[in-house]
């Protein structure tokens, strides 16, 4: 099974542009987390979908947002980006029935 | 508030010995851990799991450790192979499908 995959991989951005972030599941799993890692604060939940609607969200303004589609392909924006935003964002998958959550490589993201 | 917490940043050991990693976690109503190990450039890989009605489980090499009554996790990592260097993470869930991570450990195995 292929894992989970995540475009772009990196990404250079200037403050006030938006960005969005795409993240395909493995095959058959129909729940999506997105979470942000940064040296200061480490992993940090942002939100979680499942069957197109977001079940669980963090502790992050609404600059953050996200989708997902019928085929379990999430998306998530960033409007308005902040230095601070700099960090890599990751998303994982998992199956309807388990915790266990599956990574995928993550977006770098640097905002200048 | 939400928070799991290491003891240390880092750890070295001597290839060969076993390794063990300690993770403080808050929410006494979390009834499910991971730990995760990352390696530089890549995102989190799946190490281990323990459910709260456990205190013990094994893996190939790994054992996780639970102790409800001081919130305390540990992972232990049998004959540490050079290939163990990574950061480790502890992880309780909080709520469907959402984890709190703790810091990470760094793991430096010495030759």
């Known amino acids: 099974k292929a894992g989970v995959t995540q475009t772009p991989r990196y990404l250079i951005k200037t403050r006030g542009q938006q960005v969005t972030l795409s993240c395909s599941p493995i095959s058959g799993h129909r729940s999506v987390s997105w979470y942000q890692q940064t040296p200061g604060q480490g992993l940090q939940f942002l939100f979680e979908?499942?069957?197109?609607?977001?079940?669980n969200k963090g502790n992050f303004p609404g600059r953050f947002s996200g989708r997902q589609f019928s085929n379990s392909r999430s998306e998530m924006n960033v409007s308005t980006l902040e230095l601070g935003d700099s960090a890599l964002y990751l998303c994982?998958?998992?199956?309807?029935?388990?915790?266990?959550?599956?990574f995928g490589p993550g977006t770098r993201l640097t905002v200048t | 508030g939400e928070s799991v917490g290491l003891h240390l940043p880092t750890l070295s050991v001597q290839e060969g010995d076993n390794s063990i990693i300690n993770c403080a976690y808050s929410?006494?109503?979390?009834?499910?851990f991971i730990w995760y190990k990352q390696e530089s450039g890549k995102g989190p890989q799946f190490i281990i799991d323990?459910?709260?009605?456990?205190d013990k489980r094994q893996g190939q090499r790994v054992t996780v450790l639970l102790n409800k009554t001081v919130k305390h996790l540990s992972l232990q990592i049998a004959a540490t192979q050079p290939g163990d260097s990574a950061v480790y993470f502890c992880?309780?869930?909080?709520?469907?499908?959402?984890?709190?991570f703790g810091q990470g450990t760094r793991l430096t195995i010495n030759p």
């Open positions: 992880a309780e869930k909080w709520g469907a499908q959402k984890l709190v």
């Open positions: 323990i459910r709260s009605n456990m």
């Open positions: 979908y499942f069957s197109e609607t977001q079940r």
């Open positions: 929410n006494s109503a979390s009834d499910y």
């Open positions: 994982a998958s998992s199956h309807r029935d388990t915790y266990e959550q599956y």
